[in-house]
């Protein structure tokens, strides 16, 4: 179902869920228009990486604050969530009220 335009890359954004039980196709559908009404879908399908290269363009940091943001990314942030779409990332709190940030289960 179409949720419209991606707001970060303008190209066309889309929700979809599946049922093999014909009497479930119109609850799921209503269920995804009430998402794109709501606007619960995905705000974008951009990945992590292409989201935080964007913002590091236009974000006014220091040279010190960019070099070290820029190495964080590269080292850490990159290699274990950089491919993934935002959508499918969150944050998770440990027992200590301290959040960790993983990707969603599927």
Known sequence: MYAGPDPVTGKPNYISEST??????RQVRTKLQAQVDQQRSAATNAILSYTIERWLEIAELDFQTRQG???YIRR???????????SKIRPQADDNGMFQVEPMPH
């Open 20 to 25: 093999r039980d014909p009497r479930q196709i």
């Open 69 to 71: 943001y820029e190495g």
């Open 76 to 86: 850490n942030i990159g290699p274990a969530l950089g491919d993934l779409p935002i």
